[in-house]
């Protein structure tokens, strides 16, 4: 090597990589008492569609039901593929533009910009896609850019049907610490909730069954869970198995063996 192409000794070095970002998350399910809840840490930088999976495996839920966020009044979920519900988003702000009264020209006017704002351009010009269409290059957001400060609270929905209802709370954001496998539970209360029983409230007639030998869901409850199923059981240890099996940590976040 030339001499003169040698790097000089005071070259700067490369910045180096910002360190990642653990969100520790408190997951309830709504309009239980006393509520089952679980404590998740989880990576900033994975995408939404993996917390939904760390929800669903940190609670029990194996099945293939729909499920979404609602984070800031916007809606990702299994509908759009996770990612933004544009047509949802626009027609909650539409309705609201209508019931100011104003007039036909800033009624339109202030519908363009919010399409321009919504989809990327006006649903008023002749050649604009069809509403509902999403960009195909479009990837799913990551946790870190849809939730950035601690105690922002989002809601999350399980099974359209059985309609779980849970609140998102971030409690902390903080470097990971070395060594550790992300995501893990490090804390919680109460077992998994029953799949398929019907939602919160059927859920509730299990909890009662299970203290009241002559409950009306008592046999149900036999039948579904067994005579041994333990409503206030809860370990922590049991829903890292789970989700160690069910989703590998991020790159550099594993302990090496």
């Known amino acids: ?4 192409d040698a790097e000089p000794d005071d070259a700067p070095s490369p910045d180096p990589e910002p360190p990642l970002r653990i969100y520790r998350l408190k997951v309830t399910i709504d309009s239980l008492a006393p509520p089952i809840w679980r404590c998740l840490e989880f990576p900033g930088d994975l995408p939404v569609d993996f917390l939904d999976h760390a929800i669903r495996t940190a609670f029990g839920w194996t099945g293939d039901h ?3 966020f ?9 509908p759009t593929n996770w990612l933004l519900d544009r047509d949802a988003l626009f027609l909650v702000e539409e309705r609201r533009i ?8 800033e009624e339109r006017e202030r519908l363009k910009a919010l399409s321009v704002e919504v989809y990327g351009y006006s649903v008023f010009d002749e050649d604009a896609p069809e509403v509902g269409e999403q960009d195909e290059e479009e990837e799913i957001p990551l946790l870190c850019e849809l939730v950035r400060r601690v105690r922002t ?3 999350y929905r399980f099974d359209f049907g059985d309609d779980w209802r849970l609140t998102v709370e971030v409690e902390r954001i903080d470097p990971a610490e070395p060594g550790v496998e992300y995501p893990r539970c ?16 059927a859920h509730a007639e299990f909890i009662a069954a299970a203290k009241d030998p002559h409950h009306g869901c008592r046999e149900r409850l036999l ?7 333990d409503p206030e059981h809860f370990s922590v240890d049991e829903v890292n198995r789970r989700l ?9 976040t594993a302990t090496e063996t």
């Open 98 to 105: 209508r019931r100011e009264h104003l007039s036909r020209k």
């Open 244 to 252: 160690r099996k069910a989703i590998p940590p991020p790159k550099g």
């Open 66 to 68: 729909g499920s979404e």
């Open 223 to 229: 039948e579904w869970m067994g005579p041994k199923w």
């Open 186 to 201: 490090i804390d919680g209360a109460r077992a998994d909730p029953v799949e398929d029983c019907g939602g919160v409230w």
């Open 153 to 155: 609270k989002c809601r």
């Open 1 to 4: 090597m030339n001499k003169n």
């Open 70 to 78: 609602v984070i800031k009044g916007r809606r990702y979920g299994t």
